[in-house]
């Protein structure tokens, strides 16, 4: 059974700090997803990986995939307010014609002025 | 694009009673998803169909769930007979083809 795990699971970080949250699963994977979240809202796609190496950025936010280590990453760079909400990665087994994700836990993230 | 379309927004209703949850998926997306999403249990996917045929029902929680496709712009989740336990919000995703899925708004339950 495929296991996501997402750390931290709440993390409090002051404007214009870095930081990473981490995405590890437990099966190999061919594509995993970051999403947003903001207090009762939807789920915003962010980013989609699908090969090993693979980093895309958008403003602020950077993800990348190792599949050999089954870690994914999301960096912030220099945080700012408007990125406090949770985000959740999730993991696509690679069964053909199967497109089931198992989302992480999610990281509720609050930037601090 | 109107994005993914869910009916109703929010729902209350008394145990027993039966739920029916809309959703139109944006138009062109070949797959779409029910998920619910609880405190407790996190983000769950439900079944998922492509092109209009049940492909992992695996999810669904036990027989007072069920879910229809008739077509490419329609689905719906019922739930009957619904119980507390049910109460979450419910969220319909459809997808491109190029993997990417997108999220409607969510119908939020509460079953007295």
């Known amino acids: 059974e495929l296991k996501v795990e997402q750390n931290p699971l709440f993390l409090s970080m002051q404007e214009g700090k870095n930081y990473t949250i981490y995405c590890n699963y437990s099966t190999t994977s061919d594509r995993l997803y970051w999403y947003r979240q903001d207090p009762g809202k939807s789920l915003e796609s962010l980013f989609v990986?699908?090969?090993?190496?693979a980093v895309k950025q958008e403003g602020r936010l950077m993800a990348s995939l190792d599949t050999k280590a089954r870690l994914s990453t999301l960096h912030i760079t220099a945080a700012v307010h408007d990125l406090s909400a949770t985000y959740f990665c999730a993991v696509h087994l690679p069964n053909f014609g199967n497109e089931k994700l198992t989302f992480g836990t999610g990281t509720r993230l609050t930037i601090i002025p | 694009d109107a994005g993914v379309i869910q009916s109703p927004r929010h729902e209350v209703t008394e145990m027993g009673q039966e739920v029916t949850l809309r959703c139109k998926p944006i138009?062109?997306?070949?797959?779409l998803f029910w998920y619910r999403q609880t405190m407790m249990r996190g983000l769950e996917l439900l079944i998922y169909f492509n092109n209009n045929v049940p492909i992992d029902d695996s999810g669904m929680p036990e027989d007072r769930f069920s879910a229809k496709m008739p077509n490419a712009s329609f689905s719906t989740l019922k739930i009957q007979p619904s119980e507390p336990r049910d109460s979450a919000v419910y969220f319909c995703a459809s997808r491109t083809r190029s993997h990417e899925q997108f999220f409607g708004p969510g119908t939020r339950l509460t079953v007295l």
């Open positions: 990986l699908l090969s090993n190496g």
């Open positions: 138009s062109g997306h070949n797959s």
